[in-house]
C-alpha cells in the first residue's frame, strides 16, 4: 500500500516568505507527527495530531510554526517569515494509533536563503 | 531528562566482521526503544523495536536496563547494511519519538 508522503520535496525560498508543507499519512492512521532535523542531529520532535485534534506542541520552536490537520488526514505545516535557521529536513510520520510504530515520509528539504 | 545518545557518529567495518551500534538512553519509567535506519536516499524506516524481539536482516538489540543500553548487533556485517542508523526512545507521556544524533556505518569490502 501507499506509504506517507510528503510535498513538496525540496523547498528553496527566500527569507521572509511563508512556506507550507504537506504531510499525506498512511490511510487509516490515526497519529500524525512532524519531526525537523538539522544536518548531521536525529529528528527532533515538532507536534502531532490524533485524528484532528494537535495534542502536543511543545517542540514548535517559535510561533513563526504552525500545523494543522483540519479533517483528521492531511497536515500542513506552515512557517511564516521564514529564517536560514529554519532550514532543514522536515519528517512527516503516522502511526496507526498513539503508541504504535512510527512510519516516515521521504521529508521535505527546506532552503531558505 | 530524557535522553538518547549515540556515541559514534561514523562506525566503519570490514564485510564480515561484527557490528555493534552503541544507544544509551535517559528515561524515568519503562522504557520502549526502537533503531530506525536510513539507506542512501531512501526515508527513515524501521529496523528494529525492543519489544517484539525480532531479528531483522540478521540484527539483534538487547535492552540493558542495568546500563541503560540498547546496542545494535550483527555478526557478520554485509556491504548492503551501509546506512545511518538512529536510535530511538518513545516517550508515552507525551507521544513522541526521542532520536539518537545518529551513526553512519560503512562497511568496506
Known amino acids: 500500500g501507499a506509504g506517507v508522503s510528503q510535498s513538496p520535496r525540496y523547498k528553496v525560498t527566500k527569507r521572509g516568505q511563508d512556506v507550507a508543507l504537506r504531510c499525506d499519512p498512511i490511510?487509516?492512521?490515526?497519529?500524525l507527527y512532524w519531526y525537523r532535523q538539522a544536518l548531521g542531529q536525529g529528528p527532533e520532535f515538532l507536534t502531532y495530531?490524533?485524528?484532528?485534534?494537535?495534542?502536543?506542541k511543545s517542540g514548535l520552536p517559535n510561533d513563526r510554526f504552525s500545523a494543522e490537520r483540519p479533517e483528521g488526514s492531511i497536515s500542513t505545516l506552515t512557517i511564516q517569515r521564514t529564517e536560514q535557521r529554519d532550514s532543514a529536513m522536515y519528517r512527516c510520520a503516522s502511526s496507526l494509533v498513539e503508541r504504535d510504530t512510527q512510519y516516515f515520509g521521504p521529508g521535505t528539504r527546506l532552503t531558505v536563503l | 531528562a530524557q535522553r538518547v545518545t549515540q556515541p559514534e557518529k561514523l562506525l566503519s567495518v570490514f564485510k564480515g566482521a561484527p557490528v555493534e551500534l552503541k544507544c544509551n538512553y535517559s528515561?524515568?519509567?519503562?522504557?520502549?526503544l526502537f533503531w530506525y535506519v536510513q539507506y542512501s536516499r531512501q526515508r527513515l524506516q524501521l529496523l528494529l523495536r525492543?519489544?517484539s524481539r525480532e531479528s531483522i536482516k540478521g540484527f539483534t538489540a538487547d535492552l540493558n536496563k542495568g546500563e541503560t543500553s540498547f546496542h545494535l548487533k550483527k555478526p557478520f556485517a554485509q556491504e548492503e547494511d551501509s546506512a545511518m542508523y538512529y536510535c530511538?526512545?518513545?516517550?508515552?507521556?507525551?507521544?513522541?519519538?526521542?532520536f539518537g544524533q545518529g551513526t553512519t556505518l560503512q562497511v568496506k569490502p
Open positions: 528515561y524515568s519509567g519503562s522504557p520502549e
Open positions: 490511510s487509516g492512521h490515526v497519529s
Open positions: 495530531f490524533n485524528y484532528e485534534a494537535q495534542q502536543d
Open positions: 530511538a526512545l518513545f516517550s508515552s507521556n507525551t507521544g513522541k519519538l526521542i
Open positions: 525492543h519489544i
